[in-house]
């Protein structure tokens, strides 16, 4: 398909990155960095919460629609002559309206896995690993080394890696391919580091060190959690070795203007405290409640969830059920219908927790609300249930 397009994908210099978690944060980081820096950036990522346009960000800002449909027109017809996926027809959108719109720096992240993935048709400058959990195993293996050659898979021959702390056995995985292949690969906590880590609500301050261009920056970013300080010093190092000039200033103000939602997003409405976060595996989960238990949040915490039918959800339950007083259990309206939960189900086997079952996602969220009065009400599970209640909450006119 992009052949027939031309190839737009070799007109762009990329950085590609993939992880279970934080990929997408990572991409978030770097794309408003390297704008504070002066480039016309194009981001794609996925899932989108709330519209499609959020998958393919031109300069900062959602993609054009008229410039989308224009370059629908030439893809769809591909698309149908390939039979092509949902994900492959837009990842080749993406990069034909990224060629159009005139950006050249793009930092894409990978949708599943990475070697099979539709974006590893790209040579990118820089690749990065944020981490390897278990998610998507019937797709990409049962065992941590199994998920890690297949996010090793975007790897290319002498292209730096720059790689989140892995455990041994993927660490192993990853850099023998690494090796195989002439990359460089730089590691946090070895290459680079973070230290002096600080949370609250507001953001995450953090000092980054390394032995590049940006060592001893004291960075800000709005999103919270010590996870997105390992995500934004991924996201600084990949980016000194895709341009060795960028300034302290420049990052410092790219880590600022930094806006991605639904992950461990605090907003104030309807007279109380909501927290979204899209967490939609153990791993997630597990990180989730760890900063709701951390956190000085009004009390008291109420959780809102519904997670797809297809991933570990009795597994997600223990540490999120955990984390709060009382739980609602219910249906995202905007998760596909194959793949939705069954909350009776959940709530046979959250074991007697103080668990209430509304399917109606709507009165769901409002009996979350009342219960937690002027407290908190935490909406997590995937980024259906997110970008569903961003809506509700926040009125479908919200600007992303």
Not at 70 to 76: G, I, N, T, Y
Not at 327 to 355: K, Q
Request: with cysteine.
């Amino acid at each position: 398909m992009l052949h027939s397009l031309g190839d737009p994908q070799g007109e762009l210099d990329f950085i590609h990155i993939g992880g279970t978690n934080g990929k997408g944060s990572t991409a978030a980081h770097a794309e408003s960095i390297l704008r504070a820096a002066g480039r016309f950036t194009g981001l794609y990522t996925s899932p989108h919460l709330r519209v499609f346009a959020e998958r393919i960000r031109i300069g900062g800002a959602l993609a054009d629609l008229v410039l989308l449909e224009d370059c629908a027109r030439d893809v769809l017809p591909l698309a149908e002559r390939e039979d092509a996926t949902f994900f492959e027809s837009t990842t080749v959108l993406a990069f034909e309206a990224f060629r159009r719109a005139g950006c050249r720096t793009i930092v894409a992240e990978v949708g599943l896995g990475g070697r099979l993935d539709a974006t590893n048709v790209v040579t990118p400058r820089v690749t990065v690993i944020t981490s390897v959990d278990l998610d998507h195993s019937e797709y990409l293996g049962d065992t941590l080394a199994e998920i890690a050659a297949e996010k090793a898979g975007i790897l290319k021959h002498g292209v730096p890696l720059v790689s989140g702390p892995l455990s041994e056995g993927p660490k192993q995985v990853v850099e023998a391919r690494a090796e195989y292949l002439g990359a460089p690969v730089d590691t946090l906590g070895d290459e680079f580091s973070i230290e002096d880590v600080v949370v609250d609500l507001a953001g995450t301050t953090f000092t980054y060190r390394s032995n590049g261009s940006i060592n001893g920056l004291r960075g800000r970013t709005p999103l919270v959690g010590g996870h997105q300080a390992r995500n934004a010093s991924l996201a600084i190092r990949a980016l000194e070795w895709f341009d060795s000039g960028m300034t302290h200033e420049q990052v410092s103000q790219g880590l600022a203007a930094v806006r991605w939602p639904g992950r461990f997003e605090v907003l104030s409405a309807d007279g109380g405290t909501w927290v979204l976060d899209i967490a939609h595996n153990v791993a997630a989960a597990k990180n989730l409640a760890a900063l709701l238990e951390a956190a000085a949040l009004p009390e008291p915490l109420v959780l809102l969830v519904a997670i797809l039918g297809d991933k570990p959800w009795p597994e997600m339950l223990g540490p999120l059920l955990s984390s709060a007083e009382t739980s609602v259990f219910t249906v995202a309206p905007s998760s596909p219908p194959e793949r939705r939960w069954r909350p009776e189900e959940a709530l046979v086997a959250a074991g007697g927790r103080n668990v209430e079952v509304e399917p109606e996602f709507a009165r769901a969220l409002e009996r979350a609300r009342e219960l937690a009065g002027a407290g908190t009400v935490v909406v997590t599970g995937s980024a259906h249930t997110v970008g569903d209640a961003r809506t509700l909450i926040l009125g479908s006119t919200e600007k992303e």
